[in-house]
């Protein structure tokens, strides 16, 4: 498919009024992902995700005698890509429909390619600058065999260029469905994914419709350096000078990555994760900002070689004796 416009060659900046509906962006270059990119995530995000820490419990899981990419470090490289579309963003809004198609060892290399799929005008206001909603079509596809490894849907608020005048986009950008069905799930499943050996750890009964509190808060720090690792081209996140409010935003996914640190804390036997059904950014994060998560199993199912469990966990951040929701996410793992 074709591009029906090269307006964001000439125009890197990436305004509302640049997109195009069915337009493909010129995509970022492309990034091997080696041990230096693991190691900077794991000290930033700290995730105990067993299967991306041992080569040797990877090996023994997969069968290949590599380490395998935690599925959080792929999204943001994912993300980080395709912010060819949003370097004019305010916010995003919502993920949905993530769905990984298969993992990501280590020395891979990822291709992002990124189309608009649908645009909306936002009423114009003389309190803020004009804007609207690009709906993202973002498929991740690993450059060494031309496969698949993750699609998936975002919608961002994008400054408009034009002060006074708004395209006149009114496209349906659909809706968020927060229903999982794990049905649905099962042919992400890795069949031949071996998870014996990820042992019989101390891991308490975990009952659908529980909500566990994950003890151990975390504190946002390194934003900038998640944001530069994964190619993140949003100013938002590197210039509090282009915010909104006048400071510095924390990106999305560092606050993605620290729930599924948290998440795993709670389910060492988790071997990965298949997929988001949905994700929404409730508020704003910055640096320093302390988070508080907790995780409620929605639903689970038991196959010949593992469970796939359905999780939506919450996050809030504590700013002194005030606490605000920051994300709602709906997700798919497969463990033990």
Known sequence: MKSETSNSEKLPATYFDDLIPGQILPPSPDLTITSGEIAIYQSICGDPLPTSLSLPLAKKITGVSKRIVNPGLLMHFSIGQSTVATKQVIANLFYRGVSFKRPVFEGETLHTEVVIKGLKDLTLRKDRSPRGLALLGIT???????????????CAMIKARNPENLPGHCDNLGAVETEIV????KSLVPESWDLSSLGLKNQEDWAIGEKKIDDLCDTVSNA????????????VHRDAGTSPTGERLVYGGHTIGLAQASLNRLLPRNAT???WQSCDHLGPVHEGDVLSFQHTLLDQKTLTNGKISAIKTEVSCIKGTKTSNVLDWRLVTFGA
Do not use: F, I, K
Not at 182 to 185: I, K
Not at 224 to 235: C, G, I, K, S, Y
């Open 182 to 185: 794990l049905d649905n799930w």
């Open 273 to 275: 994760v298949l997929g």
């Open 224 to 235: 900038m350096e998640l944001v530069r690792l994964t190619q993140n081209q949003a100013p």
């Open 140 to 154: 991740t596809t690993c450059v060494d065999d031309d496969s698949t490894v993750v699609d998936y849907e975002r």
